[in-house]
């Protein structure tokens, strides 16, 4: 799909990915692009920055999404893209509180229930549409440390999963980003509460990954790896499993020993 002409909404605009997902866009003259995040006068900053409109959107409440949705639609007669780019991480095991885990359940999974509730409807309406879920390498490989992001991010790919097998034929498109660290935020933090570099030695620039998401876009792509090597683990785990085990069994340990 070109992007030029096209209705945008991102999600999780204000910072990171979601920031350079709008810039990237903007690039491509669309027709309209609608910048959301929970924090509004940073999607105010951003939507200023290239002539778009801004939202303050708490993904996690079905309201803000489908008035998100419903709001873009009335001002500018459909959505072409709609990227749901908006998530956090929560680190720890099952010991990691029920607040925490009711809380990234929402963020990570449900606010891609509430907008493939709300926006594909009129996709199906037109006979064409495209969803880009920002996923994570977690989603295909798990995550060694933090068990509420791995699980989230696997039922979120498997949600867009649906999708794409539901509506594929009806003209909708799907796409998964599923890069490993990028530079942003929450991979700082993550490197702070762990205390290690797992992650950071390759990560990408924000911008490295938009433009491979204007790529799979481009191309139709379902999963888009901004990291290459992620398609050749993922080909290891499904070869053998019980390898691919043993081997995040060392991953850990080694990543354990080395922040201590």
């Not at 419903?70 to 709609?82: A, Y």
């Amino acid at each position: 799909m070109e992007l030029t002409g096209r209705v945008i909404v991102v999600t999780g605009a204000a910072r990171g990915i979601g920031r350079a997902l709008v810039r990237r866009f903007a690039a491509d003259r669309p027709e309209a692009i609608v910048v959301a995040d929970i924090d509004g006068d940073g999607a105010r900053r951003v939507a200023d920055e290239v002539g778009g409109d801004a939202v303050t959107c708490d993904v996690s409440r079905e309201e803000d999404v489908a008035r998100l949705i419903k709001n873009t639609e009335t001002s500018h007669g459909r959505i072409d893209v709609f990227c749901s780019n908006a998530g956090i991480a929560v680190a720890g095991g099952p010991e990691a509180s029920d607040a925490d885990w009711q809380r990234i359940w929402e963020v990570n999974v449900l606010a891609h229930v509430f907008v493939a509730r709300h926006v594909v409807p009129g996709m199906l309406a037109r006979g064409e549409g495209y969803i880009v879920g920002t996923v994570s390498a977690a989603g295909l490989l798990n995550h060694v440390f933090a068990m509420p992001y791995g699980v989230t991010k696997a039922a979120a790919l498997s949600l867009f999963e649906w999708l794409a097998i539901a509506h594929g034929d009806s003209g909708i498109r799907v796409s998964c980003l599923c890069p490993q660290g990028v530079k942003t935020e929450m991979l700082a933090a993550e490197r702070r509460l762990l205390r290690t570099d797992f992650l950071t030695a390759d990560a990408l620039e924000p911008e490295v990954v938009a433009e491979a998401v204007a790529e799979g876009i481009a191309r139709e792509s379902f999963l888009i790896l901004p990291h290459p090597e992620v398609s050749e683990y993922f080909r290891r785990k499904a070869t053998d499993y019980d390898r691919w085990l043993r081997g995040m069994r060392r991953l850990r340990a080694n990543l354990v020993s080395d922040a201590h």
